[in-house]
């Protein structure tokens, strides 16, 4: 009888040493760093699944993976589980992986945003680790807080994790409120009791575009924005889908970002409504000679269209819109996505020239010439 070989023994841990922690938040970009697909993210999302039953889709290019229960059948920490997934991905899908690997999903996505492209950065699960990790962030680098709420809590003195966390409680509460201030306090320490949801049902929805370069017109960031605006409204009309919020990310060229929210005055999937809440979100930045790299827009808060209240229009343009939208649609279905484009996401120049008329010729090299 051939004897089964077992696994050794994972030695007892002693009392106060830092416990390995098991979740991943990884984001997935291309060699190029450029988006991936939505079916290269499906795939990725496969691959984490060979590891771990316990995978949360992000969309359009991260997930969170709790690996906690893979550690002993791999026969590897959390960072061993990370390696392979950050070469099986390169080598099977052309996909480079940033990995975030913690003890909740807070602080695995906060060591991915704090990671270079392709890196692979641990914070261990103890109490001086997280302390020294997060102490001298600034406070919009907490998930949830954004340039609001980082305002209000600049003013009285609080503009970084560590000041947020030594705080009174009341203090925070009386600022924020008493539910925000305590969970704003609470992730300041690093307390995240949010637990990792399988095949959770899509909450958001996002698309972004990269510039080729840093981008200071913002005519062209407008019509970035309208082309973002009008994949999203197809994509979410595709799906039967619409979106109570809208949120623009900003990245810039020193690899800082704003975030701003809207909520819509009603659940939509019309491109023209989106595109005007992102032009809105875009104004309001006041952006003057910023060097923008990037602009993406997320369609939040989602939920099944014919469960959304509409508020009835008597406008026969809005009517007319709708038609024109929905004969988009049926355009795109039969020939492709990009049959049908905003003409504003062509530029002036491309707007101005001419198409050639029907049956004529380009002039030969003699043309002009008598």
């Excluded at 000041?163 to 969970?183: D, N, S």
């Excluded at 024109?324 to 996401?345: L, M, N, Y």
Aim: glycine fraction near 8%.
């Amino acid at each position: 009888m051939t004897p089964t070989t077992r696994p050794p023994a994972t030695p007892p841990r002693p009392t106060g040493a830092a416990r390995p922690p098991g979740m991943l938040h990884v984001r997935f970009r291309n060699a190029h760093d450029t988006p991936v697909s939505a079916g290269q993210f499906e795939q990725l999302l496969g691959l984490l699944a060979q590891f771990t039953p316990m995978v949360e889709a992000l969309p359009p290019d991260a997930a969170l993976a709790d690996v906690r229960g893979a550690l002993r059948y791999f026969d590897r920490d959390a960072a061993g589980i990370a390696e392979l997934i950050r070469l099986r991905a390169l080598a099977w899908h052309g996909v480079r992986c940033t990995i975030g690997i913690a003890a909740n999903p807070l602080l695995a996505r906060m060591a991915a945003q704090a990671a270079a492209p392709g890196e692979i950065r641990t914070v261990p699960d103890d109490a001086e680790a997280v302390t020294a990790f997060l102490d001298r962030r600034p406070a919009s680098a907490l998930h949830g807080v954004g340039p609001a709420t980082a305002r209000a809590l600049s003013a009285y003195g609080l503009d970084s994790v560590g000041r947020i966390a030594a705080a009174p409680p009341g203090t925070l509460q009386r600022i924020l409120g008493a539910r925000t201030g305590r969970v704003v306090q609470d992730r300041a320490r690093g307390i995240d009791p949010t637990p990792v949801v399988p095949n959770a049902v899509a909450r958001s929805m996002g698309a972004e575009h990269r510039f080729v370069h840093d981008e200071l017109d913002p005519d062209r960031r407008r019509r970035a924005l309208l082309s973002l605006a009008d994949d999203l409204g197809a994509r979410l009309r595709t799906t039967g889908q619409v979106a109570r919020a809208l949120t623009l990310t900003v990245r810039y060229a020193d690899r800082s970002t704003t975030t701003r929210t809207r909520r819509l005055a009603e659940p939509t999937a019309h491109g023209p409504a989106l595109t005007e809440a992102a032009y809105a979100l875009h104004a309001a930045l006041g952006l003057q000679r910023a060097r923008v790299r990037s602009v993406a827009l997320r369609a939040e808060d989602l939920c099944r269209a014919e469960l959304a209240a509409h508020q009835l229009s008597f406008d026969p343009s809005d009517d007319k819109a709708h038609r024109i939208e929905a004969a988009v649609d049926r355009a795109r279905a039969r020939f492709g996505a990009g049959a049908v484009r905003p003409a504003a996401t062509l530029g002036p120049a491309a707007r101005r020239t001419p198409p050639p008329k029907h049956g004529s010729k380009p002039p030969g090299p003699g043309a002009g010439r008598h």
